[in-house]
C-alpha cells in the first residue's frame, strides 16, 4: 500500500488544520492505522490511532482532546483533525498502518507532510 499524507502548512497557535492521508494499492480497510510524526531532530513519536472499524481511537497525552483521528474506508484516507495547535507540534507528520495497537507502526512511511506552528 502507499500512503500519501497532506494538508500541511504554516498556521499559527491556536489554529487548526485537517491532515489527509491517502491510501492506494489496496483497501486499507482490513488494517488499524495511525498518525505518527517527527519534529527537527528528534525521534518519530505516536500521534494517533484508529481501529479498522474507526469504533476505537487512542491518543498520546501531548494531543489529546486537541485531536481528532477519523477515516472514511470507501474513500481510503484517514484523517487528523488538529485545533488548537501548539508551536510543539510542529513536525512532519505521517500515517502508517498498525502493526501492534495502537502505537506499533510497520516499518513503511510514505510521503509525510510538514505542519509548522508559529508562535
Known amino acids: 500500500v502507499q500512503l500519501q499524507a497532506s494538508g500541511g502548512g504554516l498556521v499559527q497557535a491556536g489554529g487548526s488544520l485537517r491532515l489527509s492521508c491517502a491510501a492506494s494499492?489496496?483497501?486499507?480497510?482490513?488494517?488499524?492505522m495511525g498518525w505518527f510524526r517527527q519534529a527537527p531532530g528528534k525521534e518519530r513519536d505516536f500521534v494517533a490511532a484508529?481501529?479498522?472499524?474507526?469504533?476505537?481511537?487512542v491518543y498520546a497525552d501531548s494531543v489529546e482532546g486537541r485531536f481528532t483521528i477519523a477515516r472514511d474506508n470507501a474513500k481510503n484516507t484517514v484523517y487528523l483533525q488538529m485545533n488548537s495547535l501548539k508551536p510543539e507540534d510542529t513536525a512532519v507528520y505521517y500515517c502508517?498502518?498498525?502493526?501492534?495497537?495502537?502505537?506499533?507502526?510497520?516499518?513503511?512511511w510514505g510521503q509525510g507532510t510538514l505542519v509548522t506552528v508559529s508562535s
Open positions: 502508517a498502518t498498525v502493526r501492534e495497537w495502537p502505537d506499533r507502526p510497520y516499518n513503511y
Open positions: 494499492g489496496r483497501t486499507i480497510s482490513f488494517n488499524n
Open positions: 484508529i481501529s479498522k472499524s474507526g469504533g476505537s481511537t
